[in-house]
């Protein structure tokens, strides 16, 4: 019912078309019957559109009318946008910076809205180079690269192992003699009943016995000869070579998603500015408009135009705090702050300077030394190496070893018993040792004469990465021209923009003020009043995205010509301007 009321009321300011059927040709005929005739169109026109506004009231979800009464009332924002939307209560501390622990989850307390600390963008940067979870993981990576290329240093080295061991066995037996040895014939010794070594038939002997050993030595082992230990040496260098460049580059990233995440908090914070001051002054008019129509020189239509005109900028003012809490909240997922923890921009804005080089000084810098092309030759030696080490398992290997050790054990007899009958001639040692050494020295020969095709495969498979790795390179080539050109361009146009749409503030300012008095006076109308704030609104909106536009390309123009260290040990200082010569 509010929407056909609405439009109705439009339609008879002739704001809204009435389905052409004003626009149509009107049939020749007397003055009288043409009014006649125009009055009836008109109704039809009416009671069209009258009958279409009620079938889209119909789709609608039905509310209660809203009163319009207190004209100057203002709802309530909702209260968790004005919490997250408290100012700064001061610079952040070196205490709010400290990450969460990688591992741990935030508990209740901790997600609720805690403090909001101000932030400059060299603050930023700062937090965000010691504190990103991605940039620790890539350090973690240079770091291990580091340790593999030492550990593929040590393949020159010979390999010496030490060994020893020991241990302790103790055993029973029992030996039966199925036959006497009496018939062998071997003289008198075995002669029962008192020879020496005599055995009649079921004699036997029990035996228990524990010996205890120990043996050690030293073993060394060393390729003399070893085709593939170069190539991997050189593979696990050009890796780490590959890691840093993707640290340096890594850095070079996250300053440019800091800064656009800091430019896009400050564009934010200062839209809630404009929309804030732009409801406020629709306050001050509606008020203006009431005395007007109280005093008989407005319509009432004036007032209700005024009440829609607020209520939509106070749509705008609600939607920029949302956008502004969210803009806050992304610029600490960047900086890896405490989930408690919330950063406000404390920085004003400030325009960055126009870009000192040119566009073809610009792109050759961006060439050289680039960290993101580097990353990719460093990845294609890495697979050639990797290449070269596979294809040398064909070729042979000679190999050094020596060894030299020695042993002891020592074994006691117990329980020595003799039954069945014969003689006890026996001889028994009750505890004996031995001891010995040894030593070892020689060659070893190696050639792998088939595999069936599998080394010569594998070997292929690592060129053709090689190849589409540089395909990789021109790809990335052509995407930084692309994204250099294209913030180059754009930033040339920002800061045309800037100029224009400083000249489109002031003259909509001057505009505004005299449309202002004008309508107090009664010379001006409400529709000129609002168009006129409209338009100084949208050239306050264009300014402000002009300006934050000249710092975000300027920022992007920095990230493809930004040195930065490739040895996460290095410090990091943050710059936000290029100098005038190239890098």
């Excluded at 010996?211 to 260098?237: C, H, I, N």
């Excluded at 804030?276 to 135009?305: E, M, Y």
């Excluded at 100084?536 to 909106?541: E, Q, Y």
Aim: charged share 20%; glycine share 6%.
């Amino acid at each position: 019912m509010a929407l056909r009321t609405r439009a109705l009321t439009l339609a008879l300011a002739g704001l809204l078309p009435v389905h052409g059927a004003l626009a149509a040709p009107l049939p020749s005929a007397s003055p009288g019957r043409l009014s006649t005739t125009t009055t009836e169109s008109l109704e039809r026109s009416w009671q069209r559109l009258d009958a279409e506004l009620r079938a889209l009231d119909q789709l609608l979800p039905s509310e209660p009318e809203p009163v319009v009464r207190d004209v100057l009332s203002v709802p309530e924002l909702p209260p968790n946008l004005i919490r997250a939307n408290q100012p700064a209560a001061g610079p952040i501390q070196p205490a709010q910076t400290d990450p969460a622990p990688p591992l741990a989850l935030p508990g209740a307390q901790q997600l609720q809205a805690g403090g909001i600390a101000g932030v400059s963008l060299e603050q930023a940067l700062a937090i965000a180079f010691s504190n990103s979870a991605g940039l620790q993981a890539q350090r973690e990576q240079v770091a291990a690269s580091l340790a593999t290329l030492q550990a593929a240093m040590g393949s020159y080295w010979p390999r010496i192992t030490a060994f020893a061991g020991g241990g302790y066995e103790r055993s029973r037996s029992i030996t039966t003699s199925l036959a006497g040895n009496n018939t062998l014939g071997f003289g008198p010794n075995f002669d029962p009943p008192n020879g020496a070594f005599y055995v009649p038939e079921g004699g036997y002997a029990t035996l228990t016995e524990g010996s205890a050993t120990f043996e050690g030595g030293v073993q060394l082992d060393y390729a003399l000869l070893d085709f593939a230990r170069t190539p991997k040496v050189r593979a696990a260098r050009a890796t780490l070579a590959q890691q840093r460049n993707l640290y340096a580059n890594q850095l070079r990233s996250l300053q440019l998603q800091v800064s656009e995440a800091y430019y896009q908090l400050q564009q934010s914070e200062q839209l809630v500015r404009v929309y804030d001051a732009n409801l406020r002054n629709d306050l001050v008019i509606l008020r203006d408009s009431l005395d007007l129509k109280q005093a008989g020189l407005v319509p009432r239509l004036d007032v209700l135009r005024r009440r829609a005109i607020q209520a939509a900028d106070e749509e705008s003012l609600i939607q920029a705090m949302a956008d502004r809490a969210v803009a806050r909240r992304q610029l600490a997922q960047l900086l890896n702050l405490p989930p408690e923890v919330t950063p406000s921009a404390s920085d004003p804005i400030v325009v960055q300077p126009r870009w000192p080089l040119d566009l073809e000084a610009s792109l050759l810098a961006a060439y050289r030394g680039n960290p993101e092309l580097e990353a990719i030759l460093a990845t294609r030696s890495a697979l050639a190496e990797q290449k070269q080490a596979t294809a040398a398992a064909l070729l042979p290997k000679l190999s050094l070893f020596a060894n030299a050790g020695g042993n002891s054990n020592q074994t006691s007899l117990g329980n020595f018993e003799i039954g069945g009958g014969g003689c006890c001639g026996a001889t028994a040692l009750p505890l004996s040792s031995g001891n010995g050494w040894d030593w070892s020295v020689g060659l070893t020969f190696t050639w792998l004469l088939f595999d069936a095709g599998t080394t010569a495969a594998e070997a292929r498979a690592l060129s053709r990465r090689e190849a589409a790795v540089a395909q990789q390179y021109a790809a990335s080539r052509n995407d930084i021209r692309l994204r250099l050109e294209r913030a180059f361009f754009n930033h040339e146009a920002s800061l045309a923009k800037l100029s224009s749409a400083r000249r489109g503030v002031a003259a909509s300012l001057e505009a505004f003020r005299d449309v202002r008095l004008r309508y107090q006076s009664g010379l001006s109308s409400e529709v000129d009043l609002s168009i006129t704030q409209d338009r100084l609104i949208s050239s306050l909106v264009q300014r402000l995205n002009a300006t934050v536009n000249v710092n975000v390309t300027y920022a992007r123009l920095l990230r493809e010509l930004l040195p930065m260290p490739r040895d996460p040990s290095q410090p990091l200082v943050p710059q936000l301007q290029l100098s005038g010569t190239a890098p």
